[in-house]
């Protein structure tokens, strides 16, 4: 296939899926752009292993004004969760404080005192990074294990967000193709699906530096985050959203890049293409099938100022996962370094 529309059981445009038919659309792109064995049996890391150290190599040369900006969304109780799955905001509690310390009554000799505290939170409760063990397809893990020996009560025995703690820095692209297809609001509306012509359109206007390639990690700009901070929540957290086509798979695959990530809860469109019953299709297509990382509700508004003011897209990135041992996800701070 070209970087143009493919046509037939892979067709990258998206009026020519068949809406009736989720489960034969996700199959025929599974097996198009199935990574299993490409990188070994044991393989824990999937497209993650397009970065190397030439590619950190040429990520660090990116830095010119030495800004960090932040890719976070806050984590604490005024966040987009509303409980669907158990999954809520963080709680934060201190368990000492300056009171306590003021009091006398921590025990501590010659008048130290501290202040300590506690965090508890699903770990895809804001900003994060989905591990290769969070999506499973026709209870098939990455790589074609069987998804309940990989990931058990114990956790993801396999492919744990630990084994990326010291993986996940590269260069980072930004397609801001929220203020590309919409300059006026910046922002896609709710349930915008965005096509290959789309991503490919914004990397033409941005220009050169915007060219996406292998290990590079790609952060794709809806919009739909700088909208929550003007009107609230809403339904951000799995209500309706835009978001990458399924039809985008191919993309995704031939351009081997390393990880992606957006500002949206879901990375894909809400709701997703389909008339008969289905759920984030292109997950069950990239994460188990592929490999790939997806990253969601990363805050990109500040590197998107940043990015446009200096009329340059790309940078060295930092978004290591806390290595939390058999974790399927975790959350990150991830930063952009201009």
């Not at 143009?4 to 996700?26: K, M």
């Not at 996940?168 to 349930?191: A, K, Y």
């Amino acid at each position: 296939m070209t970087l143009r529309q493919a046509q037939g059981p892979v067709s990258e445009n998206p009026g020519d899926l068949d809406r009736t038919d989720p489960a034969s659309e996700i199959a025929a792109r599974a097996a198009a752009f199935r990574n299993w064995g490409r990188w070994g049996e044991d393989d824990v890391l999937g497209t993650l292993n397009f970065i190397d150290a030439a590619k950190r190599v040429e990520a660090a040369a990116l830095v010119q004004d030495g800004e960090v900006v932040s890719l976070a969304q806050a984590f604490d109780t005024n966040g987009p969760q509303k409980g669907w799955r158990r999954r809520t905001n963080p709680v934060h509690t201190m368990t000492d404080t300056g009171t306590d310390a003021e009091r006398g009554n921590q025990g501590f000799p010659h008048g130290i005192g501290g202040a300590d505290d506690v965090i508890a939170m699903p770990l895809q409760c804001s900003t994060q990074w989905d591990g290769l063990g969070h999506i499973f397809d026709h209870g098939n893990a990455w790589n074609g294990r069987r998804a309940g020996d990989v990931v058990t009560s114990d956790g993801d025995l396999v492919t744990g967000i630990e084994h990326a703690a010291s993986v996940i820095v590269s260069r980072g692209v930004l397609l801001d193709v929220g203020r590309h297809l919409r300059p006026e609001t910046g922002e896609l509306e709710d349930g915008y699906a965005i096509t290959v012509a789309d991503l490919e359109a914004t990397i033409a206007a941005q220009g050169a530096s915007s060219r996406v390639g292998r290990g590079d990690i790609v952060l794709v700009r809806t919009g739909q985050y700088a909208r929550t901070r003007r009107d609230g929540w809403g339904e951000y957290a799995g209500g309706p959203a835009p978001g990458l086509s399924l039809t985008t798979a191919g993309w995704l695959h031939r351009t081997e890049i390393a990880a992606i990530a957006t500002d949206t809860w879901g990375f894909e469109v809400r709701p997703n293409e389909f008339d008969a019953p289905a759920f984030q299709p292109l997950h069950q297509v990239v994460i188990p099938n592929m490999g790939l990382t997806i990253g969601e509700m990363w805050n990109l508004d500040a590197l998107a100022d940043a990015c446009a003011a200096r009329g340059r897209w790309d940078f060295l990135l930092s978004a290591a996962p806390l290595p939390i041992t058999g974790a399927v996800g975790s959350p990150i701070n991830p930063v952009a370094i201009l």
